[in-house]
């Protein structure tokens, strides 16, 4: 009787598990070709910010809901101090020119404080995150913590790589002279090694947070079909 039970809360997790996917990639997916058929543009850009926010939450949560009771809170203590750090970061950033190059943000991204979207700090959260699985699926030995994290910032620099110029196709935000300086992805690796490095003091294993991987890839995808309209 036990052994049927544990049977069905399987299926069950599994049918939930399959069904987040689907829509995750349906969204994104259909967000792009929407953007190539000139569809719904105008809610497409009310909801860019809001579907950021949603997606770094779901990462958020996917991690939370696996996490052991006694290490809840300190893990969304660091979760809720890399979103706010890495928005003042952007802040400075988009004020100054200093630590990324000089940019300017659209109105797309929405809500904003101080000229900087909100949503930025749940971007860089659900980055980290996802990088953080694919890059323990990669790194086998969890033993050599240097090198999981080197993974880590360069799967984050390569997914902002990726996305710059869709991005900037979006109207999120624009370089001066139209081009994003080496600079920017110095920024994200340093900034990227950084944020792995304080989430790895919590000692959480991603390997098992499936979902993570695929809302990196699901991104990925989004951005390339919008880069080559």
Known sequence: MERQKNKSQMTKERKIYLTKVILLYFILIMGGV?????????????IAGYLIIFIGI?????????????????????????????????????KTGVIFGNYQYGNILQPQLFGTPIPIGFAWISTLLSSYAIAELIQKNQNKRIILLLFV??????????????????????????????????AWFVLGFLFALLFSTQKITLTKTKLLKHIYISQLIYFLIIYFK
């Open 34 to 46: 929407w953007y190539h058929l000139g569809l719904f543009s105008e809610i497409s850009q009310i």
């Open 58 to 94: 779901l990462s958020v949560y996917e991690v939370y809901h696996s996490v052991s009771i006694n290490k809840k809170f300190s893990y969304l203590s660091v979760i809720a101090f890399i979103i706010i750090f890495s928005w003042i970061i952007e802040l400075i950033g988009v």
């Open 153 to 186: 910032a360069i799967l984050m620099t390569f997914f902002d790589f990726l996305m710059e110029p869709a991005a900037i196709k979006l109207g999120y935000w624009s370089w001066q002279d139209s081009l994003v300086p080496i600079q920017n992805y110095v």
